[in-house]
Structures are given as C-alpha cells and as structure tokens.
C-alpha cells in the first residue's frame, strides 16, 4: 500500500469511503503532511491533509515519465529541483 506521500495528480485512489477518486491536486513540502484534493465525477473534494504516512490504496497512476526526465535534467544540472506542487486539469 502506498502513502500520499508517493501519489501523483492524475492517478486513481480508492477512498477510505469505498469510493474511486482522482487526484486533482497535491502540495507537498509541509511537515504536517500533503495537502490533497480528489474529484468524483467532476466535484471536487478537499482540499484535506492526511497526516504523513498515511496510507492510500492507488488503482492506477499516471505517466510521470516526461516529468521525471525533466526534473532529473534540471538535478543533473545542478539546479537542486523540488516537487512542490502537482495539479492536472480533467
């Protein structure tokens, strides 16, 4: 089981109602844990802040390959990058 600490805007939750969201958005960077915002058939949840190491079930998740070579481009640049925020629009 993952952790929001690992999720990603774009990929596929399930719930701790039993119900599938989308993950719309997520800050990270605060000690007290991401700040998350799911959707459901286009209504937005949230924003909430699960405490850190909270677990989260992901149905599936999206490509990140683009942006993973673009952040390791920056770091090998040495630009020191940091994921602060991820948000996709639906």
Sequence with gaps: MSSWET????DTVLGH???TYGVLEIVHGDPQGPTVTLTRFGVTVGPAQPPPGTPITVLS??????????FA?????GL???VIRETINP
């Design 61 to 70: 998740t999206t490509d990140m390959s683009a942006e993973a070579r673009a």
């Design 73 to 77: 481009a920056l770091a090998e640049a």
């Design 7 to 10: 999720v990603h805007a774009g």
């Design 17 to 19: 109602d039993g119900l």
């Design 80 to 82: 020191a990058p940091q």
